[in-house]
């Protein structure tokens, strides 16, 4: 018809949206939506939560000190492989004789590092025998906490203790002769075991299947640890 308007086919009506519908017009703020608020931990979870954690710590503290003691005798033992090859290497280049001595009794003040420390003498002037011809090398050495000496050489020295003093002790130990070659005719064995050593020098927590030798062979010097 004429003056009326011409209703374009792909154009859909609009359908006015009123608030008893539940809708909302164009241009107006859409009503806020409520949400739950969050909820917290209870009393009872969190002694469970406490609980459990607790009894997880229990069980792996005393596995984690188990495997602690075990890794202190192989680290120990390798420690000492390391420092009996550096003494044997220092009398070669030094063309003199070296002792590694170790502290196995608990006279004059030794119970402090009995069956646990070690150390690297050199012998600066003849003859061997005197005490004073031997200085220290360096400061003494101790195993991990968790391993001690089961075992050390039958030979025995007169030496100064701690350091360079005029206190003489005769302690367990060997002598690398300037070729290399222990100052011995038989091969050498310290055995590392698993133990605590106490402050009065005795000896708790032993665990004899956890034990590791170290081998010295008398004709080159050089040592290992049998496993």
């Known amino acids: 018809r004429t003056g009326d308007r ?6 859909k009506p609009v359908v006015p949206v009123t608030h008893d519908s539940c809708l909302v017009s164009r241009g107006e703020a859409a009503p806020p939506v409520s949400r739950p608020a969050p909820r917290g931990f ?17 069980i792996s503290v005393p596995a984690f000190n188990s495997a602690t003691r075990g890794n202190a005798v ?11 090859m550096l003494a044997r290497a220092k009398a070669v280049t030094s063309r003199s004789h070296i002792r ?14 009995n069956k646990t420390a070690y150390a690297v003498l050199l ?3 003849r003859p061997d025998t005197d005490p004073s011809n031997w200085i220290y090398l360096d400061r003494w050495q ?12 039958a030979t025995a020295y007169n030496v100064p203790f701690p350091l360079n003093t005029n206190v003489l002790v005769i302690l367990a130990g060997l002598e690398f002769k300037s070729s290399g070659a222990l100052n011995s005719a038989s091969d050498q064995y ?4 698993e ?12 665990k004899t299947e956890n034990t590791l030798s170290n081998q010295v062979f008398a004709i080159t010097g050089r040592a290992k640890v049998l496993r």
């Open 190 to 193: 310290i055995a590392v075991r």
């Open 42 to 58: 209870t009393l009872i979870e969190l002694l469970v939560v406490i609980g459990i954690m607790g009894l997880m710590i229990g």
């Open 100 to 113: 590694v001595i170790f502290a196995d009794t608990p006279t004059n003040n030794t119970v402090a590092i």
């Open 195 to 206: 133990g605590t050593v106490l402050p009065n020098g005795n000896v708790v927590n032993i």
């Open 6 to 11: 011409t209703m374009n086919p792909l154009t």
């Open 123 to 125: 012998l600066t002037n």
């Open 142 to 153: 101790q195993l991990p906490k968790g391993a001690y000496f089961s075992s050390l050489p």
């Open 74 to 84: 192989t680290t120990g033992a390798s420690q000492l492989v390391n420092t009996l």
